[in-house]
């Protein structure tokens, strides 16, 4: 019960048994839960100082009702035991900070690198708790602030197809006429070739399937703003996977910004604004090419295993549980 995520429910068919039963007998008598010297506390906080390394990972996930905890994750436990470090509840860094710094200071400051996302609050934790550590924000999160960019002006663009479609509809039926939608090349309707090409605008176009080649083509000869814009977050995803040099990433992400300014494209000059707040950090990326790839895997896991047990009731049994398979 100990190393796999698996509900007592699930063992029912097997072996013939109650599993609510046998779940509630593990709980106060199999397990060593109820001696737990954790237990008082692991509502609130957990902590697991013996799995400290020199590179971690933070982030926050829901575990119950939508109640937010932050999860730090050593990234050479690879989601695995000794991977756990620290979860606690809730994301005020004020509150995250004092627990964390009920770990030794000696080995908080052996932590090196950090991965973290762009939110304020991350940043403030990791400074403050592992002063010795380079922040480095997860390139995947700076990529998706430019394709919500682009999905806006895409869904903006639908609005008005639909609009548009809706005020035709309503002329014809002033003027008794049957409203016939105008149909384009490849069979779709300006409304839904705009719903269509919501996933091809996340891909390379090396990757578009044929037919999404030819919805692109109308679409960007169409809607040249698309095109453009999609041509920023293709090149913004160039710069990460292609780049290997920080200094020749810091002209090319340079250039970037100045593309985007000359777009005028106000929700691109957004998150440029937002990406030049953390430009030291982001551009840490290219020192070992670090991702949060293994906080949100082990985020993950940890859903996974809240749906096994078809949600949470008991938090601190649930987390006693993920103490005994991750830390």
Wanted: positive net charge; proline residues 2%; charged residues 25%.
């Amino acid at each position: 019960m100990d190393n796999y995520p698996i509900s007592s429910n699930s063992l029912e068919k097997f072996y013939y048994i109650n599993g609510n039963q046998f779940g509630q007998q593990y709980k106060d008598f199999l397990s060593d839960y109820q001696t737990w010297e954790q237990k008082e506390h692991a509502e609130k906080w957990l902590l697991f100082p013996e799995n400290i390394g020199p590179k971690l990972s933070i982030d926050e996930t829901a575990l119950s009702n939508g109640d937010l905890y932050t999860v730090l994750t050593n990234k050479e436990g690879k989601g695995r035991k000794g991977a756990l470090v620290a979860i606690i509840e809730g994301t005020q860094s004020e509150n995250i900070i004092s627990i964390l710094n009920r770990m030794p200071e000696e080995e908080r400051e052996l932590v090196k690198e950090v991965t973290l996302d762009m939110a304020g609050s991350m940043n403030r934790i990791v400074r403050q708790s592992f002063p010795k550590a380079t922040l480095v924000i997860d390139r995947f999160h700076v990529q998706k602030l430019a394709y919500d960019a682009l999905q806006q002006m895409r869904i903006e663009h639908r609005w008005d197809a639909i609009n548009e479609e809706t005020n035709d509809i309503a002329n014809a039926r002033e003027n008794d006429e049957q409203y016939i939608a105008t149909v384009l090349s490849n069979g779709d309707t300006k409304k839904q070739l705009l719903a269509r090409s919501r996933y091809l605008l996340f891909k390379s176009g090396e990757k578009w399937t044929v037919k999404q080649k030819e919805r692109a083509k109308i679409l960007f000869e169409l809607y040249p703003d698309i095109k453009k814009a999609y041509a920023l977050t293709h090149s913004l995803r160039t710069i990460f996977s292609m780049t290997k040099v920080k200094g020749v990433a810091y002209t090319k992400l340079a250039k970037w910004f100045n593309d985007v300014t000359d777009s005028g494209y106000k929700a691109f000059n957004t998150i440029s604004a937002t990406i030049y707040t953390n430009y030291q950090n982001i551009l840490n990326f290219f020192d070992n090419r670090s991702t949060n790839a293994s906080a949100e895997s082990f985020n993950a896991k940890l859903k996974a295993f809240r749906a096994c047990q078809r949600g949470v009731t008991d938090i601190a049994f649930f987390l006693f549980r993920v103490s005994k398979i991750y830390a």
